[in-house]
C-alpha cells in the first residue's frame, strides 16, 4: 500500500490549494481517509477525515475553510484549502485507515507555505 500526497506549495493569505493524495494497493471504500498536518515544532494534528457513509469531520480550525473528498473508483483523496492563513503553514500528510484493522497507512507528507 502507497500514498503519494502532492499539491503543496507556497501561496499568499487568502488564496486556495487543494491537495491531493493518490493510493495505490488498496481500496478506499472500507476505510476512513483523512489529512493531518504538521506545522514546524508542533505534533501532528487531525485536520479533516471521509469515509463511505458518514459525514466528513474537520477540526475546528479548518471548519468552513477545508473540504475533504474522495473518488474511490481513483482511489484519490483531495483536500481544498480556501481561505488559507499562514497559521496553516504545515506539511500535510495523508492517512487510510482499513476498517477491518488489517492496516494503517501514511503519505509522505506534502508541504504548505501561507505567506501573510
Known amino acids: 500500500v502507497q500514498l503519494q500526497a502532492s499539491g503543496g506549495g507556497l501561496v499568499q493569505a487568502g488564496e486556495s490549494l487543494r491537495l491531493s493524495c493518490a493510493v495505490s494497493?488498496?481500496?478506499?471504500?472500507?476505510?476512513?481517509m483523512s489529512w493531518y498536518s504538521q506545522a514546524p515544532g508542533k505534533e501532528r494534528e487531525l485536520v479533516a477525515t471521509?469515509?463511505?457513509?458518514?459525514?466528513?469531520n474537520y477540526a475546528d480550525f479548518v471548519q468552513g475553510r477545508f473540504a475533504i473528498s474522495k473518488d474511490n473508483a481513483k482511489k484519490m483523496v483531495y483536500l481544498q484549502m480556501n481561505n488559507l492563513k499562514s497559521d496553516d503553514t504545515a506539511v500535510y500528510y495523508c492517512?487510510?485507515?482499513?476498517?477491518?484493522?488489517?492496516?494503517?497507512?501514511w503519505g509522505q507528507g506534502t508541504e504548505v507555505t501561507v505567506s501573510s
Open positions: 492517512r487510510h485507515r482499513a476498517w477491518s484493522g488489517a492496516g494503517d497507512y
Open positions: 494497493g488498496t481500496t478506499l471504500s472500507m476505510a476512513t
Open positions: 471521509i469515509a463511505n457513509g458518514r459525514n466528513p
